[in-house]
């Protein structure tokens, strides 16, 4: 069975500070990985996703996220923090070997506070 | 960027009560999903469907849950008999192949309260 862990409740990060949202998973073979973001009052939006090749994979917003096999995790990051980041972030995984898209497994998320 | 847009954003009923939750995925996509979230745990799959037919559902997807795609455009969620563990945001999603290396597309929530 898939699994996933957001080990942060809360992170908070000062304005123009790097910023780092932990995520570990769990899964048999080789995980396909998802970073959403939901702000008050939306739904989840897609940030970034690791599917196979380059580790360090770039998305939406600035942020980035490294894939890294050997610790199982994938860290969401972004090297200077705006206000405007300040939201709910959620990890997900995907078992490749299930073709169901939407049978993804999401972390509790972490509620990210940039402050000014 | 397109949206999938979910109605009502909240939703009071009483225990024992009909809930129907309504959706607009995308509209060139093919394949419609249900989450929930229970406040302070996990967003949990509860069903994806595809081609008018539901194609996989979780073990909360019980006899009391149905989904329906009644026209060209609504994707609908109904509780036949709500409880008061059914009280929770549910969001709907959508994407275009249903490939597991797709994002998912997500309606910003309908915030379920039974009391």
């Known amino acids: 069975a898939q699994s996933v862990a957001q080990p942060e409740d809360q992170v908070n990060v000062a304005e123009g500070n790097p910023l780092t949202v932990k995520c570990t998973y769990s899964v048999s073979g080789n995980p396909y990985l998802f970073w959403y973001v939901q702000y008050p009052n939306r739904g989840l939006q897609f940030l970034l996703k690791y599917i196979t090749g380059d580790n360090l994979v770039k998305g939406s917003y600035g942020f980035e996220a490294e894939f890294n096999k050997s610790q199982t995790s994938f860290h969401l990051k972004k090297p200077s923090a705006l206000v405007s980041d300040s939201a709910l972030y959620f990890c997900?995984?995907?078992?490749?070997?299930?073709?169901?898209?939407?049978?993804?497994?999401f972390g509790d998320g972490t509620t990210l506070t940039v402050k000014p | 960027e397109p949206e999938v847009t979910q109605t009502p954003s909240h939703q009071v009923t009483q225990m024992g009560q009909e809930v129907i939750l309504r959706c607009v995925p995308i509209?060139?996509?093919?394949?419609f999903y249900w989450y929930r979230q229970i406040l302070g745990q996990k967003v949990e799959f509860l069903v994806s469907f595809y081609n008018n037919e539901i194609s996989e559902k979780s073990e909360i997807f019980d006899d009391q849950f149905s989904v329906e795609r009644p026209d060209g455009s609504n994707f609908t969620l109904k509780i036949r008999s709500t409880k008061l563990e059914d009280s929770a945001m549910y969001f709907c999603a959508s994407s275009y192949t249903g490939q597991s290396n797709e994002k998912l597309f997500f309606g910003s929530g309908t915030q379920l309260s039974v009391l």
């Open positions: 997900a995984v995907r078992d490749p070997y299930n073709t169901n898209a939407g049978k993804s497994t």
């Open positions: 509209s060139n996509h093919l394949y």
